[in-house]
Nanobody
């Protein structure tokens, strides 16, 4: 059974920064970060295709979040800066190999347990 282990969440004031880490048990074709804010549906935030180093972001985080990878460590990072209260959510790492649409949850086979990010105003 493959595993994804997230870390790096915490509480920060608006304008601050956090970096989330996702350690994967193996290399995947696609690794993404999703988040679920209180009272909202889970949404895709960013994705990386490690083999081709291609990334995509949801519009609300463009210019503020950066997804990257350390292939040797099988770790995917989400660097978050200029954080806003609206970024408060449980953040999940997800990994998969196929399916059109990086923001579609059913295209991911493995999920981490989540790490909480809280941004205060």
């Amino acid at each position: 059974q493959e595993q994804l282990i997230e870390s790096g969440g915490g509480s920060v004031e608006a304008g601050g920064s956090l970096t989330l880490s996702c350690i994967t048990s193996k290399a995947f074709v696609r690794v993404a970060w999703f988040r679920r804010a209180p009272g909202k549906e889970r949404e895709g935030v960013a994705v990386i295709y490690p083999d081709i180093k291609f990334t995509q972001y949801v519009d609300s985080v463009k210019g503020r979040f950066t997804i990257s990878q350390d292939s040797a460590e099988k770790t995917v990072y989400l660097q978050m800066s200029s954080l806003k209260p609206d970024d408060t959510a449980m953040y999940y790492c997800a990994a998969g190999s196929s399916g059109l649409g990086w923001r579609i949850e059913s295209n991911y086979d493995y999920w981490g347990q989540g790490t909480q990010v809280t941004v205060s105003s």
